[in-house]
């Protein structure tokens, strides 16, 4: 691996995850993306719909594509934002909760899977790399 650049590490081990978390949520007639959303999304108070594509680094138009067929399955419901007449929160349906858990479920079996195999200062320093490529990429370090 050390003739591999950075980023090629970084893309190829996302795109081996995002399969790996794919072909788990077929079992459950589901994708990552979905899964992803309904874990994204307060199950207590709802979040609001603008808020969602921040929060998961999506875009408005793939975003919206995701929550009306979740709306579709009966994971979602959309309701008024009381605190603002003009937004819409989204809300968990029991379905959602239920398939919130299984996704919660699959993410905390890769966690605990991994964190098995590395140790403390493994697993400190990966964070701390990722938090260094985060920091530099937000205060545009790399490129002005």
Known sequence: MKDFTIDYVLRA???AVARMYNEEAKQFNSTMAVGF???SIDPKTGTPSTALGPKMGMEATSLSR???SMEQKGLIERKPN????RGVLIHLT???LE???DSKDVV???NEVVRSELTEEQLKCFFEV???INRLIGEKKIYN
């Open 66 to 68: 995701i929550l009306k």
């Open 94 to 96: 029991d379905f959602g």
């Open 99 to 101: 398939k919130r858990k």
């Open 37 to 39: 959303t309904l874990l």
């Open 108 to 110: 905390l079996r890769f």
């Open 82 to 85: 009381p605190e603002d007449g």
């Open 13 to 15: 081990t996302w795109q």
């Open 130 to 132: 990722m938090e260094t």
